[in-house]
């Protein structure tokens, strides 16, 4: 089937899946408190903007900097920090929902069936999630789909063009996140997908030019890998990877710890981010993959479940955008589900309207009830109850830029808990424009008002105190005036933290 011949048919279906799917990516794009990583991702983009000799900046903490690079021209076009950051997320989205639709045709070489793709991908909660969120995971998901993507066009078609294309691909994706390796070690699985000459002659010739095609897409990636040595701080990488997983030796040691609990979790973040319906489908594409694309079906599954299970064995740190990046296969598998409408018509439509259901009601709630969305306890913690959720940050910013202006001071200083993250990063991104207020970052649970604010404030200079009250025990406030309290999303036992804002008084 001609791919472009055959788009014009369903030109219209096609443009509104996009629309759909980047409208609900970008629609109240903010209205989420921003989370810790974002606020060390955008203000390490703000810094590597300022001072050209830090542009390898997140190495310092084994990070790798492609997305925050990426960031730095949308810091110039918007003027919200957490947009800027926050849309790239989304133009990666956008790019991965293409990747779904031209991979699928490719493979299974059926429209409808990469229409379906499409369709799942674009409204699915777990994608819409995280591609809302200025995090690495969704840069790392676009540039491992589109390594497989030209690939498998450089293999199929035995043309350099397109692994050099695959190539700067998978330098993207290994300078965007250290799970890219997964992409390095899986890439060579595109031969599953080839169709092979009976004659071993004929088998042998291909392996040769296949083998060229690949020593140039793993050269140009390892290229682009080690432009990350010019970096002052390369040698981190590995280092600070030893403080997320363990190592190799842990299978031996504690093969079922933790495992077994990080397979639940995965479990639990399909039910909740994908649906039961969805997982439904997943099973029942799985089975029409074997009967019509088996071998596409062992490639995407090998694909999708090798890294989760590694990941459950030896990640110390394991979180939902963590899988981010083997939905894509995850997504594919399912599509294949359509093959069964007609045998399994009445089971097929109960299940895709349910899924749509709650899809609609899942990214409905992302963008305008962010308190009703069903997360899993963990994610809802961490991006609405505790700590990490920045909410207040940027009230606390106006209210200090409206100070700064009408007072004419010639210095403001804010302490905050914490050295990095929600604080003090998520208030710098929104104070960078404006030097002159000074943002300290003084550690964790205060038990009094930090002697540097005390003493700040009885020099003369206007001074402030933001923190969280999880992470304080103040008992004495009489050198400080609350001026603001910022309370997060209710916890399940109906508790709930705060941001708590005071002014330092002489």
């Known amino acids: 089937m001609d791919f472009f011949g055959n788009f014009r048919k369903y030109f219209f279906l096609i443009f509104s899946i996009f629309a759909a799917g980047f409208l609900f990516r970008i629609v109240n794009l903010t209205s989420w408190p921003i989370f810790a990583d974002e606020a060390i991702y955008i203000r390490w983009a703000q ?99 589109w390594s497989f993507i030209f690939a498998f066009l450089a293999l199929k078609k035995r043309r350099m063009d397109f692994a050099i294309f695959s190539g700067f691909c998978l330098g993207g994706a290994l300078i965007t996140k250290s799970p890219a390796l997964f992409f390095v070690l899986l890439l060579p699985l595109i031969l599953l997908l080839l169709d092979w000459e009976k004659s071993l002659k004929k088998k042998l010739s291909s392996l040769k030019v296949y083998f060229s095609l690949f020593a140039i897409i793993y050269i140009i990636a390892y290229a682009i890998y080690n432009i990350l040595r010019l970096g002052p701080n390369f040698h981190l990488l590995a280092s600070r990877n030893l403080d997320y997983v363990f190592p190799i030796s842990h299978v031996l040691e504690s093969p079922f710890n933790p495992f077994l609990g990080h397979l639940k979790d995965v479990f639990v973040w399909f039910l909740y981010f994908s ?17 019509a694309f088996r071998k596409q079906t062992v490639f995407l599954l090998v694909v999708f479940v090798i890294p989760i299970l590694i990941q459950s064995e030896y990640a110390k740190v394991f979180t939902a955008r963590y899988i981010l990046f083997v939905l894509p296969y995850f997504i594919l598998v399912s599509s294949l589900s359509i093959l069964a409408i007609k045998k399994l018509k009445f089971l097929f439509l109960g299940l895709f309207s349910g899924f749509i259901l709650f899809s609609l009601f899942q990214v409905i709630t992302f963008a305008f009830v962010r308190e009703s969305s069903l997360l899993p306890e963990n994610e809802r913690s961490g991006y609405l109850e505790e700590w990490t959720a920045g909410y207040g940050i940027k009230e606390v910013s106006s209210y200090l830029i409206d100070f700064y202006k009408k007072n004419q001071e010639k210095e403001i200083v804010v302490g905050t808990e914490g050295f990095f993250g929600t604080l003090p990063d998520g208030l710098q991104i929104y104070l960078n424009s404006y030097p002159n207020i000074k943002v300290l970052g003084l550690g964790l649970n205060f038990r009094e008002i930090p002697k540097p604010l005390l003493d700040s404030s009885k020099n003369g200079t206007p001074t402030f105190f933001v923190f969280n009250d999880s992470r304080g025990d103040i008992s004495n406030y009489s050198n400080a005036s609350m001026i603001a309290s910022y309370p997060k999303t209710k916890k399940n036992n109906g508790s709930f933290e705060s941001l708590l804002f005071y002014r330092i008084m002489p």
């Open 47 to 145: 810094v590597m903007r300022a001072e050209e000799t830090l542009r390898f900046l997140p190495l310092s903490d084994g990070k790798q900097p492609l997305f925050m690079w990426s960031m730095i021209p949308f810091l110039k076009i918007f003027s919200d920090p957490l947009f800027a950051g926050r849309f790239l997320s989304v133009v990666c989205g956008v790019l991965s929902m293409l990747g779904i639709l031209i991979f699928s045709f490719l493979i299974f070489k059926n429209l409808k069936i990469s229409i379906f793709a499409l369709f799942l991908y674009a409204i699915s909660p777990f994608n819409v999630f995280f591609e809302r969120l200025s995090l690495v995971d969704s840069m790392l998901s676009m540039f491992g789909l």
């Open 275 to 291: 649906s039961p319906f969805m997982l439904i489908l997943f099973l029942i594409g799985i089975w029409e993959g074997f009967v």
